[in-house]
């Protein structure tokens, strides 16, 4: 049962596009939402969070949107960059969980940036 | 100065055999957790301990064994290896405490490949 579902598995867009990735989830006890980047060889590393009390957080060239009604959250990148070429992991958890965090993933979808 | 470092990077080993993989932290923090990322790159939760205390179980066989000596470590052992525990297998660690979100850091990953 899959509670964090990215539906795309690859992404190609042009550098200095936007690039927008999905991510939808299913299970309502989800109240805190992240994105981890992942490079071939290396572990994923946080990129973006938002909380559920918010629609829209920004940081950078990086933006999460969220749609509580429509369970579904999208990463924003503009410009995209040639270094943003990775594997980007949506992740879900409650924020009950604060402390001792179980985080639920996705199954990535890999952006490629052509130049 | 890796913050979260896993031993051997990979691990090739037939079936039937006992392995383990090493994790060690230097982030001085309370929260370590195993996570596997099967061939369908499906990330999901295997265990976390608090302070070398077992906090999140996911219904993992027990075949699977994390013993943690101290914080800064959180060891998997596995025995009788079967072909589906072949996976790249990430340890993450975090803060482990307060009010928000505790980014979990991760490791670079141990592919064990099971023949």
């Known amino acids: 049962d899959q509670q964090v579902k990215q539906n795309s598995p690859s992404l190609s867009v042009q550098e200095g596009r936007i690039s927008i990735l999905n991510c939808d989830y299913t299970n309502s006890m989800f109240d805190y939402f992240l994105w981890y980047k992942k490079y071939p060889a290396e572990g994923p590393t946080f990129l973006i969070s938002i909380s559920s009390i918010k629609d829209k957080n920004e940081d950078g060239r990086f933006t999460v949107f969220l749609n509580k009604s429509a369970k579904h959250l999208s990463l924003h990148i503009v410009p995209s960059q040639p270094g943003d070429s990775a594997v980007y992991f949506c992740?879900?958890?409650?924020?009950?969980?604060?402390?001792?965090?179980?985080?639920?993933f996705g199954t990535g979808t890999r952006l490629t940036i052509i130049p | 100065d890796t913050a979260v470092s896993q031993t051997p990077k990979y691990l090739v080993t037939q079936m039937g055999n006992d392995k383990s993989i090493k994790c060690e932290q230097n982030?001085?923090?309370?929260?370590m957790y195993w996570y596997k990322q099967d061939s369908k790159k499906f990330l999901k939760i295997m265990f976390s301990y608090n302070n070398k205390e077992l906090i999140i179980n996911e219904t993992v066989p027990n075949r699977f064994s994390p013993k943690s000596p101290d914080k800064a470590h959180l060891n998997l052992h596995i025995n009788s290896l079967e072909l589906g525990d072949s996976a790249v297998y990430f340890c993450?660690?975090?803060?482990?405490?307060?009010?928000?979100?505790?980014?979990?850091?991760f490791g670079p990953g141990t592919r064990l490949t099971v023949l």
């Open positions: 993450a660690s975090s803060r482990g405490w307060g009010t928000n979100y505790n980014e979990q850091f």
């Open positions: 992740a879900a958890l409650s924020k009950a969980n604060f402390g001792n965090e179980k985080l639920t």
């Open positions: 982030l001085g923090h309370d929260t």
